[in-house]
Nanobody, 123 residues
Framework: QVQLVESGGGLVQAGGSLRLSCAAS????????MGWFRQAPGKDRDFVAA????????YYADSVKGRFTISRDNAKNTVYLQMNRLKPEDTAVYYC????????????????WGQGTQVTVSS
């Protein structure tokens, strides 16, 4: 069993930055792929960024490429999402996920999810 707890969300003006953290406990952190997804009201849960198992190469949604950076600290069992140059369209609840998905960019296979943290970007 894996427990994921996100933190770091909040309200920020457009152009600002936030760093989200996801602390994992339970099974060996490094054995899972780790990802960030987001869900705006009335919309599907969309992929943002992820590390595959082993974490050597990050993957990003086109909408955040060049602005967001995913990183992980296996010693601390924590994955981060640094978000820069935020836009109002980045407003959503952000979820951390862990698992062994067939495809990193889709939700099936991510067996563990955090409770989510709200990010609101004002214009």
């Amino acid at each position: 069993q894996v427990q994921l707890v996100e933190s770091g969300g909040g309200l920020v003006q457009a152009g600002g930055s936030l760093r989200l953290s996801c602390a994992a406990s339970g099974r060996t952190f490094s054995s899972f792929a780790m990802g960030w997804f987001r869900q705006a009201p009335g919309k599907d849960r969309d992929f943002v960024a992820a590390f595959s198992w082993g974490g050597s190469s990050p993957y990003y949604a086109d909408s955040v490429k060049g602005r967001f950076t995913i990183s992980r600290d296996n010693a601390k069992n924590t994955v981060y999402l640094q978000m820069n140059r935020l836009k109002p369209e980045d407003t959503a609840v952000y979820y951390c996920a862990a698992g062994n998905p067939v495809t990193l960019t889709t939700t099936p296979g991510y067996g563990y999810w955090g409770q989510g943290t709200q990010v609101t970007v004002s214009s």
